[in-house]
């Protein structure tokens, strides 16, 4: 998993990779600098509605423009971000950043549009994550109802109580909240009505053989069946192929998301998409 490293060069973080301390310590500064450069970008990835095959809005995804190294993927540094504790700020960072993107939208008359940002286990320990929320939907003249939080169910089981407390305060704004990768993670079915839900996200991991594995074909549609019944709106990921496309049209779902339709983009490309 680890990118191959130079001398005196730091090995990316990796889950299962046993880092050295020193290493550590290098990649923590660099991640630092990272912020005071405002090295970390996002991009967006669109989001299309089935219903009317129009973009409703997009996801917005951190990637780390690295000075040497080029763009680097969430996946090599958000471990270290929320082991560190610096994901707090960044996260705040990119919830900011993607209000001030919406507001960007806005004023070229692009109204409708949602935003979805993702939320991580750290960032929803911090007991000022809701006066940050306010404070930046404030600023940035944020539509509520136009910003969505991502979260996993692993997240939403750790605490569960203090979980719905914070959620149901967060949803009482009128941010919108999604279940992110629904299906992968550690829970029970109870959790959909106990937490104040607006959409499930299936797994990119379920999308990806529906058009061959009967098992995930009965997930998908299980899945979809189950979101529509607890009026929640369901998303599918990592959509590739016409195929599967075809499939989940079928089923109902009613947005979709993945490189079929569009990779995530910088900003001006995003606008771009727009605008044709
Ligand atoms: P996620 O939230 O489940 O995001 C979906 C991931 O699937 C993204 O990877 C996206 O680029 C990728 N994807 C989208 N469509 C397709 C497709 O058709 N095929 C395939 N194979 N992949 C597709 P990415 O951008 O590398 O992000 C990975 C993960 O990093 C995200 O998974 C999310 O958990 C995390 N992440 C990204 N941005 C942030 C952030 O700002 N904050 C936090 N806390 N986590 C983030
Ligand atoms: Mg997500
Ligand atoms: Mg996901
Ligand atoms: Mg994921």
Known sequence: QAK?????????????????????????????RAMEQEEFVLHYQPQIDL???????????????????GLVSPADFIPLLEKSGMIVPVGEWVMHEACRMHRKW???G???????????????????????????????RMP????????TENILMRDPVSAAELLEAIHALGVR???DDFGTGYSS???????????????????????????????VEASVSLAHKLDLEVVAEGVETEQQLAFLYAQGC???????????????????????
């Open 189 to 219: 079915l109870a959790y959909l009505k106990r937490f104040p839900l607006d959409a499930l996200k299936i797994d990119q991991t379920f999308v990806r053989d529906i058009t061959s594995d009967t098992s995930d074909a009965a997930i």
């Open 4 to 32: 191959s490293a130079g001398p005196n060069q730091y090995r990316f973080y990796a889950p299962n990779m046993n880092v050295r301390g020193h290493e550590l310590l290098a990649l923590e500064a660099d991640l630092r």
């Open 106 to 108: 806005r004023k070229l």
């Open 51 to 69: 219903r009317d095959n129009r973009i409703i809005g997009a996801e917005g995804l951190i990637r780390w423009q690295h000075p040497t190294r």
């Open 110 to 140: 692009f109204n409708d549009l949602r935003v979805s940002i993702n939320v991580s286990a750290a960032q929803f320990g911090d007991a000022d994550l809701l006066a940050k929320v306010q404070r930046v939907l404030k600023e940035e």
């Open 254 to 276: 009613d947005l979709v998301q993945g490189y079929y339709f569009g990779r995530p983009v910088t900003i001006s490309e995003f606008i771009r998409l727009l605008q044709q």
């Open 144 to 151: 509520h109802q136009a910003l969505e939080f991502e979260i």
């Open 177 to 179: 909240i999604a279940i």
